[in-house]
């Protein structure tokens, strides 16, 4: 097959693309390199700097394509409250002018990258996937409406169409310099810089983390198995839910640290806790946590260590700047 995967020189892109080759597929990719990195392209993508904003180049390079996997997007949960133009323009509008090219060139299947930010403030965990969605930060409300939109066209013009929501992915490739995302990524960054981890309220609001190799087996399946076609799928584990606090832990014992957290206050609505139920995945994909937790940090530590310590790069602009704006953006304490 002939498979366009939009935010190929990015963390889940480009690992997908990677799986995508070795099981002989054709990959054509593009990425505006905001956040992702020409390194992470496999030399064998046909890659172009392009950003999705531009529809006249996606109905151009999704020609000819069998299946688009769009994953392209600034996954910017919590700053997406102070900059939600910068946030919902790639989350949102790129995500309507993919699925239009794509409609446009008669494609096979549109998969489509969401988010756990779907399901916002909920009363029962884990969240599944029949639940009603109640997103509490611009982010998460762009990432459900293009879910309604992609439902709505490709049900019109018959085009198969699998929504996947991955939720807290981590390992290598995974981007360390940004200030506004990654929790694993920036403490992992921050230990190797002699600096103490930063620690949003009282470090209690719980996770699971999903490695991304067990995120690419379900993903590869998702291409191709008839079974997926109109389904909503959570991705990820739901046997390890752990505070940021042990998740910091984890990261110290792991790299044999001992730094005590600085504790800010907690970003504004965030969610206390949250995970997704699993169950789904088991039965249509066959998913299993194959990756524990520590492994999956280590596999970090690994590569960032690799890698080397980077200063963190503030790219993008805060739009609102005002007494509810953390201060670890403002001040640029990381």
């Avoid at 490709?154 to 490739?173: A, D, F, Q, S």
Wanted: include cysteine; proline fraction near 4%.
């Amino acid at each position: 097959m002939r498979i366009f995967i939009s935010g190929v020189a990015g963390f889940l892109g480009s690992h997908m693309a990677d799986r995508m080759l070795e099981l002989g597929n054709e990959v054509i990719g593009v990425d505006n390199l905001i956040g992702g990195s020409i390194e992470n392209v496999n030399s064998n993508v046909e890659f172009y700097q392009e950003d999705c904003i531009d529809i006249a180049s996606m109905t151009r390079l999704t020609k000819n394509c069998d299946v688009v996997f769009h994953a392209a997007c600034t996954a910017h949960d919590g700053f997406s409250l102070f900059s939600p133009f910068l946030i919902t323009n790639n989350t949102y509008q790129i995500t309507m002018s993919v699925l239009s090219a794509a409609i446009q060139n008669g494609v096979k299947r549109f998969v489509y990258c969401s988010s756990m930010s779907r399901y916002g403030n909920q009363t029962i965990l884990p969240y599944t996937e029949d639940m009603i969605c109640n997103p509490v930060v611009p982010y998460g409300v762009s990432k459900y409406a293009a879910e309604q939109v992609i439902r709505q066209l490709c049900e019109l013009n018959k085009i198969e169409y699998t929504i996947i929501v991955p939720h807290n992915i981590i390992g290598p490739r995974q981007c360390y310099t940004d200030p506004f995302r990654n929790v694993a990524a920036i403490m992992i960054n921050r230990f190797l810089q002699n600096k103490q981890p930063i620690i949003y309220g009282d470090g209690e609001q719980k996770r699971c983390f999903s490695f991304i190799d067990d995120v690419i087996y379900c993903l590869e399946k998702v291409i191709t198995q008839d079974n997926v076609n109109g389904e909503i799928i959570n991705i990820g584990p739901d046997e390890e839910f752990v505070t940021i606090n042990h998740l910091v832990e984890t990261i110290a014992d792991i790299m044999h640290l001992s730094r005590d957290p600085i504790y800010v206050p907690q970003r504004p609505n965030e969610i206390k806790h949250a995970y997704c139920s699993s169950e789904k995945a088991r039965n249509l994909l066959g998913y299993s946590t194959k990756v524990s937790l520590r492994d999956g940090l280590s596999a970090m530590v690994d590569y960032i260590s690799q890698k080397g310590c980077k200063e963190f790069q503030y790219n993008y602009p805060i739009e609102i700047n005002n007494v509810n704006t953390p201060v670890t953006w403002t001040q640029r304490m990381f």
